[in-house]
């Protein structure tokens, strides 16, 4: 069955998927951001496709745009080499190749002709009021224990990573 | 979902949780409002207390009836409240530790941090504890997961913190990343994340072929990829280095609360889920658990044989003890495995055992190795002639790391080999392969004993034992051997207050 | 009787005593030691006494449950628990007052005495448990007293290896007495000695099931009494303080494994294979030993071979269905031999080596010693009217009886071994010439003699509870009220006293010859060997060293390759193969964070791989 969806489908994985493939082995920094950011993208694209425009706009708004900046800033203030290290021992790559390959077959066979039972359900209604009603109401301990995350994550980075001044120079 | 609504429920359960979250809350202003100069030690007493508070008031609720908060996102059973006894008691005993750690390699402009860091995973555990929705378990496991990457780190000045911190950052993404990709499936095949309604969409489903089959990948996934939590195989690797580089609270963290937490989520989500769910489309089917167990059986023999083997060839003691933890959670997987009467009891005695042995053993760890400055086992030769007390104490918490009777160790091996002899089919394999790798495991133990009361002394100079570590090494000294001679105490308070786990699914 | 459990205690408080203030009590420790473990022994005679005249006594409290399984733990008194406590806690305040002479000017003397409050302390407790976890709890407490007294001279590798080896060679023992264990919990649902008799009496354990656990259990023993295979550790032991070689791994520890077995006789007697199990590794363990002792040369590695052999024949003994028998000897062994150790202590104390082939001539300078190791070694050989003659009599009786031809053939030819290389011992010691470096040789101190006196007294008369002519009344006693243990006293046929009688005495007049008189060459194998025995009038001597002697000294040097290479080979190939096991996986463990990823992911896709396969959903 060729629908519309299923080509849409189709394009937009095989971009995610080139991007992380790229992600992984071009060499340059620079260059795997942009990588990066088509595999943000066309994720945000299968949002879509999935009826959930909130998480698709959210996805382009947080990871394609304020992380990727973020990591650009990074890269660009801090010394780098541009390259990336020597790839690791052959054996080791052929060792992953092979789980790849029974991981995927695996997964395939599960998916390929899934049947789940069909449930009615009404799509592109409230999206955003439904999730947000679902965090402020249902959810709200996972919500409010996510908050106490994000500020361990901002406490954490900090520590990491500030400069550290305390008589550095005694040490070296 | 109106105010009134919300109001309703018992959040009085939450006490411990909020108390928790208030004492990190009142560190990290107090931190930032301390003069810079002032001592932090002062904070690592307040958490103390906050942890004792909470303790006694999770004491309060113990006769509390199964309480569940907002669709099971919050819920109080049993199985929740016995847990969070241990995770309670073994993160006093490790912010006793961090009191009296020297605060070294950059660490003491963080001391304040270090602190309440304890408290938020420590929230992360509990709040992993008593979940009945997938989605607070997995917050509670990043909360505890993020809190530990920083306090893996913290020692910047240190080469080996910093290179562990990147490995456990690495390896922790990975295991999450196929934790959830494992759970989405589960969600993908019931349509929701409350474990309840899971397996009860699960047990009615009768499940085509393929879904089983879906299932089961799943299945496999959550296992391996919480197995990295219990640092078993093959999720295994990290622990090693991860256990050398971090400061030594830091380590016996890992391998008592975050263990601790692991083995509660690994329990909570395969019993009720996996649990239910026949094997085949039959309803009369063993459940998949039961299915699959020769799977877990397999990785617990694997870990069990990896780590005590390897720790063989360990000199450095914080890296022995890595993999002696190792083991241990291949001790535990074993009771797990088994799935018989006694498997949630065994789960949970060993757990406390293992607490009180390990944290004791890692305080003397922080002590001498802070002495010697290294972590070499030569550091421990001829430590009975320096500190006969001390290396007393350790030769207990070795023996019953050992599994000598008379120590709080036996009584968990026991519980855990009975258990594998009591279900049908027995597990032989299982246990035998528990009792030789035990014998294996007497070599390095006792080459630690060997060193300690065979090898004559490098210097002479006598240990100062701080109050906080005092405090530690009495409390599992004497956890262990009460509970090596009068198992019951335990036992009893187990049975007493949690009537066998039975309301585990209500 | 009611209070017995007292007894353990009292080392128990000496051990915690001397541990906190031992160092400030110096070496009048030893006064503490003595004094508690003295209480024990006076406390232990009155046990035994009210045993003779009172039923078994038992009090037990549940001391876990979990679910619905209960676990007991309290005392038990019956005979054989009665009198091991007298053994146990009499050689034990001997050995602790002999230690105050020995040990004197030793810098860790509180630190001994302590141990050995440990360790006494875990034997007593072991001989009160009336269950098997009980037993297992305090087996292993003892395994670690072992541990610490054997390292005690630490300084010495020697010392340190023997006391890593011993342990876990005994520890692999355990696992088969665990496993055993914990299969006839199961079986039973007990682990009360009581009720595992009465369901294996009831017919309710399947029969291949009794001889499995019986065997397992039997392996338990094997490592704890040093049979064969698993025996190598009891002669490294020997680098402990001789003291401790007395009481540890001669009377009492060693000795355990036997009580064990006798302690769960009924259930070894519901198994043929299982009994005749027993037996063979007796004889064998018996025969093994003794062949190795003939050519050694330090004294207490001597007297730890021959303990082997002896304690082989108890298990020969028990194996054959004599279980009196085998605990008469395990009581008259338990005198004999903590005297010979605690003699040869003196000696070492003396002349300050171990070395045989460096002492001669000591029988005039150590008057005391002297007559008293002769005792210890007629004892052993069994000559009439010593209590070793009367015990040894009824153990190969017992295999006669037992219908095991070859294996009492092998305790005989063991007992001339056994008769032969300790006379050999007796007479390079104390008769030949005295060595010129050895001028300052003195008598120990009194407080060394009179424990030695003491247990000469009873190497001598203990054998006189059960005679063929004075009456059996130890055996009667032992067995009364409990049908499975068999009868008090076997009739054998008299030809076997006879047999034991001329076996040991040829055995020592063999002995004579060549070490003694020095009529026959003391190097019997070399080239000279025959050209001197043609000097030689003695046809019968020569027909002896021609034959037999050459023969079992080549036997005995064959049986010690086999010790060497065979036994301790398996040991060590087990070892390089977990080493090599560690190594590989530590290779593995590269330090790269890529690694440790690929595995765990590799790991993954194997388990699902083999799921997808074999699960037979596909």
Known sequence: MMSGEFIAFMGIALVAVIGGVLLLNLSNVMHMMVALVFTFVSIAGIYVLLSAEFVAAVQILIYAGAITIIMLFGIMLTRHEDTSEAPGSSWRKFAVFLGVLGFAAVLYFGIYNLD?????????????????????????????????????ALIGSIMLAKKDDEKEGDKE | MELEQLLDFKWSIMTPEFIILGVATLLSILDLFMPKSMDRKILGWIGVAGIAAATVSLAGFIDEPVTSILFDTFRLDSFAKA?????????????????????????????????YLFLTALLGAMFMASSGDLITLFIGLELLTISSWVLVGVTKRNKKSNESA????????????????????????????NIKDMSGTLMTMGGSQNQLYLLAIAFFMTLVGLSFKLATAPFHMWAPDVYEGAPTPVTAFLSIVSKTAGFVIIVRIFVSIFGSVPATGAQDALPMLLHLQDYIGFLAGATMIIGNVIALRQRNIKRMFAYSSIAHAGYILVAFTSMSYFTFDAI?????????????????????GAKAGSDDISAYAGLYRRAPILAVTFAVLILSLAGIPGTAGFIGKLNIFMGAFATEPAHYVLASILIATSVVSYFYYFGIMTQMFFRPAADDSKFNIPVALLVVLIGSVVGTIALGILPNIAFDFLHDNFMQFKDFLQ | MENAWIIPLFPLLSFLFLLLFGKRFKESSAYVGMLLTFASLVYSLLVLFERFSSPTYKQEGVWLTIGDVQLTAGFEVNQL??????????????VHTYSKGYMHGEERFPVFYAYLGLFTFAMLGLVLSPNLLQT???????GVGSFLLIGFYFYKDEAKAAAKKAFIMTRIGDVGLLIGMILLFWQVGSFEYDAIFAAVAAGEVAQGMITLTAILIFIGAVGKSGQFPLHTWLPDAMEGPTPVSALIHAATMVAAGVYLVAALFPLFTASDVALTTIAVIGAITAIFAASIGLVQTDIKRVLAYSTVSQLGYMMLALGSAGYVAG???????????????????????????????????????????????????????GVPLFSGFFSKDEILIAAWEGGHPILFLLAVIAAFFTAFYMFRLFFMVFTGKSRSEMKNVHESPSLMTLPMIVLAVLA???????????GTFLGDWLVEGNEALGHGHVEGPAWIMIVATVVSLAGIYLSWLIYGKKSLSRNWLGAQTLYKVLYNKYYIDEFYSMTIVKVTKGFSHFLRYIDTYLVEGIVLGVTAFVQTLGRLGAKLQTGQVQTYSAVAFIGLAILMVIFALTGGYL
């Open chain 1, 116 to 152: 789940l039972p069909q449930m009615e359900n009404t799509l592109h209604e409230k999206n955003t009021m439904q999730i947000g009603e679902a965090l402020y109401s249902k959810f709200v301990i996972p919500f409010e224990l996510t908050s106490v995350l994000l500020l361990v």
């Open chain 2, 83 to 115: 847990f969070k006894f241990i995770l309670l008691i073994g993160s006093l005993f490790v912010l006793l530790l961090a009191i009296s750690f020297e605060k070294k390699d950059g660490l003491a402009e963080f001391a304040g941090e270090f602190y």
């Open chain 2, 166 to 193: 990147m490995k456990y950052v690495i390896n922790g993404g990975i295991s999450t990343a196929i934790t959830l990709f494992g759970l989405s499936y589960i969600y993908g095949l019931t349509g929701t994340t």
């Open chain 2, 348 to 368: 949970w005695f060993y757990l406390l055992a293992y607490l009180f042995m390990n944290v004791g053993a890692f305080a003397i760890i922080q002590l001498v």
């Open chain 3, 81 to 94: 628990n009665a009198l091991m406590l007298v053994i146990v806690s009499l050689v034990s305040f001997l």
């Open chain 3, 136 to 142: 297992y709890f305090f087996w292993e407490l003892v």
């Open chain 3, 327 to 381: 605990v008469f000897h395990l009581m008259t062994h338990a005198f004999f031999k903590a005297l010979l150790f605690l003699a040869a202590g003196s000696v070492i104390h003396a002349v300050h080596t171990q070395n045989i082939e460096e002492m001669g001539g000591l029988w005039k300078k150590l008057r005391v010693t002297g007559p008293l190791f002769l005792i210890g070694t007629l004892a052993i050989s």
């Open chain 3, 460 to 470: 001598v008369v203990s054998g006189y509870v059960n005679t063929p002519w004075f």
